[in-house]
């Protein structure tokens, strides 16, 4: 395709026919992969967060890095007052904002860490295009760069970038979204379950119809882009891990998906009570099995069975075995 128009329009197409087949957890890199032969960058982050502060300091909570060091994260902490890119796309979303180290404005004191920072991870000429979410004010970018010096982002290609980032935001939003649907048939979730994507501040991105009526069940008070205080801590202390939060009315499960979270949430069941051990005993005892057959197949003492089978009536406030028969089905 010699029509830079109809090779970008080629472009937008594959990554929307793609957000719907290409797991999620890929599909950033994918998306990258079918971008380079359209223009050309050496590295790229693309990320999703909270825009930049009244300080002028860039929040970034989840990113996805194409032929960059992890460690940029890290040291980032050290520069992110003072990176004009991000600046510049949280002021004019939609638009690409260019960043030339070698231009003059950046050849102050104060950026000097920025540079250093940019040279360090070799991303010496960069092109972005940040985007903000009406509903939770949550932004998504993509940054491109090139390592070498003096190979510019020229004015062209950044109206091209403009124009193509938006899609592939887009596609990956469609993505996450196909994404939530799938997980809905997963790992035994039917109906009364419903899930979110989020990041590790707890901030959601995506959500199915019914979560925030089953968060309202625990915290009657909420509302916003920021799931509550104790969930978000528990993506916070357990990222890249699976989790699971116990409530008083609802149970939720976290599964990772590269750098972010699936947060499934259900109502809470009598079985939510129970400890594994327990859920496996109260079973087989409300099928019928006798204490005896139930040591036999877990190979336990019948001392430990009845221990246990005390606990189960204890938890579920029953006193018979069809009344524990009974809550197992509620």
């Known amino acids: 395709m010699n029509d830079p128009r109809r090779s970008d329009n080629h472009l937008a197409l594959t990554w929307h026919a793609g957000a719907t087949r290409v797991p999620m957890e890929g599909f950033q890199a994918w998306a990258l992969a079918a971008l380079k032969p359209h223009l050309r960058f050496d590295r790229a982050l693309w990320g999703l967060g909270a825009g930049v502060g009244p300080d002028g300091r860039a929040f970034i909570n989840a990113v996805h890095l194409h032929r960059v060091d992890a460690q940029i994260m890290v040291d980032y902490e050290k520069v992110r007052h003072c990176d004009p890119l991000a600046q510049g796309a949280s002021a004019q979303p939609g638009r690409a904002v260019c960043v030339d180290l070698d231009d003059p404005r950046w050849q102050t004191p104060r950026h000097e860490p ?17 985007t903000v979410d009406v509903h939770s004010g949550a932004t998504q970018f993509i940054t491109l760069a090139r390592s070498r010096r003096g190979d510019r982002f020229g004015d062209v290609e950044a109206l091209r970038f ?13 993505c996450r979204t196909v994404g939530l649907a799938d997980a809905a048939h997963q790992e035994g979730r039917g109906r009364g379950w419903a899930t979110a994507i989020i990041d590790r501040t707890g901030t959601v991105h995506d959500r199915d119809q019914g979560f925030g009526a089953l968060l309202q069940r625990e915290w009657p008070d909420w509302s916003g882009s920021r799931v509550p205080q104790p969930l978000a801590e528990v993506a916070a202390r357990h990222p890249g891990q699976p989790a699971v939060f116990l409530g008083q009315q609802v149970k939720a499960q976290f599964a990772p998906v590269h750098d972010l979270h699936l947060l499934a949430l259900r109502p809470r069941t009598h079985l939510d009570a129970l400890s594994a051990r327990e859920r496996d005993v109260a079973r087989r005892y409300a099928g019928g099995a006798t204490y005896r057959d139930i040591a036999q197949s877990l190979e336990l003492a019948p001392t430990t069975v009845r221990a246990h089978l005390r606990s189960v009536f204890a938890k579920l406030g029953a006193n018979n075995k069809t009344q524990v028969a009974d809550k197992l089905r509620e």
């Open 114 to 130: 920025l540079r250093a920072h940019a040279a360090r991870y070799e991303l010496l000429h960069v092109v972005c295009v940040g």
């Open 162 to 174: 403009e124009q193509l980032a938006p899609h592939a935001m887009q596609a990956y939003a469609t």
